[in-house]
């Protein structure tokens, strides 16, 4: 079986400027685990996943969005010379969180071979593209664990 004929083609994307506000209630309201980054033409630039919203500190961790709302609403104080550190936090777009090393496939590849891909990767979600690397679909993880 191809993975031309399992994937799901009506695959909701975004912008690599879109705010990552705008992405995180994207996948959140939409209740996906990711979303390609494309442009204009439809061709992949990378994904962002659910694990892209959070950063990660020496000894926390900080969903983005939340973070982002926080400082918008100017409930918070910070030292002189922080404030251009807060401002690229605060005007974070899709392309300063997405993985551009994302795994993109071919729809002509087997489900054999995708399963062996998913062992030898460890993603959850890749890109169905063409060979010019225009979006097609998607496919996940948990497509090929309904097909077996």
């Not at 002509?108 to 979006?135: A, G, R």
């Amino acid at each position: 079986m191809k993975i031309s004929e399992i994937m799901t083609s009506d695959v909701i994307t975004v912008g690599e400027y879109m705010p990552v506000t705008e992405v995180a209630k994207i996948v959140s309201d939409n209740k996906i685990h990711a979303v390609p980054v494309v442009d204009a033409e439809n061709k992949v630039l990378g994904i962002i996943t659910e694990t892209d919203f959070f950063t990660k500190g020496d000894s926390s961790v900080v969903y983005m969005p939340s973070l982002i709302d926080f400082v918008k609403s100017g409930k918070i104080d910070y030292k002189e010379g922080e404030g251009d550190t807060i401002s690229e936090v605060v005007n974070a777009k899709a392309k300063d969180i997405m993985s551009t090393k994302c795994e993109n496939i071919s729809p002509d590849m087997e489900l054999p071979d995708f399963v062996k891909l998913i062992k030898e990767k460890s993603f959850n979600s890749y890109c169905v593209v063409d060979e010019n690397n225009v979006l097609l679909g998607i496919m996940t993880v948990a497509d090929a664990i309904k097909l077996l």
